[in-house]
T-cell receptor, first 110, second 113 residues
Framework: QKEVEQDPGPLSVPEGAIVSLNCTYSNSAFQYFMWYRQYSRKGPELLMYTYSSGNKEDGRFTAQVDKSSKYISLFIRDSQPSDSATYLCALGQDGQNFVFGPGTRLSVLP | GAVVSQHPSWVICKSGTSVKIECRSLDFQATTMFWYRQFPKQSLMLMATSNEGSKATYEQGVEKDKFLINHASLTLSTLTVTSAHPEDSSFYIC?????????FGAGSRLTVL
């Protein structure tokens, strides 16, 4: 079993839709949870991070963590064409060990 | 927030030459930096973990003599691709950890002719 599983996509949605991106993990030692957005030929950009179960909201983005189920999600409201990118979930353990999901490619169609 | 600067963003070199890529943490000290390689439409592949003042830890299958990593200060790590060949052409990305969160550089695209 891989350490992190992520919905592979690709995912295409119409502009204005709510997008749900999901990852599951197997190691309960992970304590830090991050979501990154990566545009083509660019480095990943940190969108959200959290280290507790529950929801964290920032503008149109909401990160959700359920440590008991080992499940994390990123919701994007009112999606825009500029949100078209690859989204990566990442988990950290102690500031030294990080693992990434394979990424979900999202296309928001105008 | 934490900022990581990576340079150059794009480099073209001839086969057999060496190329150095720099990764700097601009507003924080990074005892640990990470180097990744990414092929088109594929996920990040961790190459090595760079520790300030000590030797880098390479992932299995990554040639230490081909990809030289130096982390001489708390704000600078360098990756040198030695005797580059066309198969080394790729997108290289560095990152650094600050407060248990990873921040990435913008990446360096290497093309070896």
């Amino acid at each position: 079993q891989k350490e992190v599983e992520q919905d592979p996509g690709p995912l295409s949605v119409p502009e204005g839709a709510i997008v749900s991106l999901n990852c599951t993990y197997s190691n309960s030692a992970f304590q830090y949870f991050m979501w990154y957005r990566q545009y083509s030929r660019k480095g990943p950009e940190l969108l959200m991070y959290t280290y507790s179960s529950g929801n964290k909201e920032d503008g149109r983005f909401t990160a959700q963590v359920d440590k008991s189920s080992k499940y994390i999600s990123l919701f994007i409201r009112d999606s825009q064409p500029s949100d078209s990118a690859t989204y990566l979930c990442a988990l950290g353990q102690d500031g030294q060990n990080f693992v990434f999901g394979p990424g979900t490619r999202l296309s928001v169609l105008p | 927030g934490a900022v990581v600067s990576q340079h150059p963003s794009w480099v073209i070199c001839k086969s057999g030459t060496s190329v150095k890529i720099e990764c700097r943490s601009l507003d924080f000290q990074a005892t640990t930096m990470f180097w990744y390689r990414q092929f088109p439409k594929q996920s990040l592949m961790l190459m090595a973990t760079s520790n300030e003042g000590s030797k880098a830890t390479y992932e299995q299958g990554v040639e230490k003599d081909k990809f030289l990593i130096n982390h001489a200060s708390l704000t600078l790590s360098t990756l040198t691709v030695t005797s580059a060949h066309p198969e080394d052409s790729s997108f290289y990305i560095c990152s650094a950890s600050a407060l248990n969160v990873l921040t990435f550089g913008a990446g360096s695209r290497l093309t070896v002719l």
